[in-house]
């Protein structure tokens, strides 16, 4: 279920703030945060935030075209290693 149009987007406020500062600089530094389930904003564009996992920091460069997504998306926090294959050996034809 979306999020009321009439709140409108979550973003954590210290990152909003962080954001908001980085932005004003000139400098590209980096932003970390925890929050995982903030939304991007159209604020963010251009930007480096690094998303904490659970295990490891993972970059994740902002572009337009990410904007309305969650943070958490683009920082999986497990590893796929493929579905459980049958043992060939124990088969007989």
């Not at 954001?19 to 991007?40: F, H, N």
């Not at 159209?42 to 970059?59: A, L, R, T």
Request: include cysteine; charged fraction near 25%; hydrophobic fraction near 35%.
């Amino acid at each position: 279920m979306s999020r009321s149009i009439k709140k409108g987007p979550f973003v954590s406020p210290g990152l909003f703030k962080r954001v908001i500062e980085a932005s004003k600089s000139s400098g590209k530094e980096m932003v970390k945060t925890y929050s995982r389930c903030s939304t991007i904003i159209p604020q963010m564009v251009g930007m480096n935030i690094s998303v904490y996992n659970g295990k490891n920091w993972i970059p994740v460069y902002i572009t337009e075209n990410l904007v309305g997504h969650k943070l958490g998306e683009f920082a999986p926090t497990r590893v796929f290693r493929g579905h459980a294959g049958s043992d060939r050996k124990a088969v007989r034809r």
